[in-house]
């Protein structure tokens, strides 16, 4: 067992070998927030920040996380940017089925959060790993922009 900050939370979750992040989040951590895509970490449904980082929990094992703060979806309305690209996706209205707009927003929250100036460039660069069948691309896009907009103006 390993100890981890959990959306300011702290758990204690199982580091036995090829136990995943994914897992621990969803039973132990009890947060339904996390999805689960691919399960090999190329679909980007499942991304957390870990220590600040976007990472895709299914691929990340538990026992690397000892004493790391992990942010997932559900933790967003307590991060400031993490506010703001939340807000943004609703504003927008971003999402249509929505199973891959939490990954994409905790992406996006990394991106913004390392730095607020992005440009377009780099937040395509950013979300390009993360994949959306539903066609929702220029609505995700134009939501990325507006956060990042918000973020230049305070």
């Known amino acids: 067992m390993i100890e981890i900050k959990h959306n300011n939370t ?4 199982d580091s036995a070998p090829g136990a995943q992040l994914y897992n621990a ?5 009890g947060d339904k927030s996390v999805r689960y895509g ?15 980082q976007p990472e895709n929990s ?3 094992p538990s026992w690397s996380l000892e004493n790391a703060e992990i942010t997932t979806p559900s933790g967003l309305p307590n ?3 993490g506010k703001i690209v939340l807000a943004a996706f609703l504003k927008e209205q971003a999402a249509q089925c929505g199973y891959c707009i939490n990954g994409i927003m905790m992406r996006l929250t990394g991106l913004l959060t390392q730095n607020k100036n992005s440009t377009d460039a780099q937040i395509t660069e950013a979300l390009s790993r993360h ?11 134009k939501a ?8 230049a103006r305070e």
């Open 79 to 81: 991060d400031p940017i």
């Open 58 to 60: 299914c691929s990340t």
């Open 25 to 29: 989040l969803r039973s132990t951590c």
């Open 131 to 141: 994949l959306c069948r539903c066609g929702a691309h220029l609505r995700i896009f």
């Open 38 to 52: 691919c399960g090999g970490g190329h679909c980007g449904a499942c991304t957390v920040l870990i220590n600040g």
């Open 144 to 151: 990325a922009k507006s956060a990042r907009n918000q973020l």
């Open 10 to 13: 702290t758990h204690q979750i």
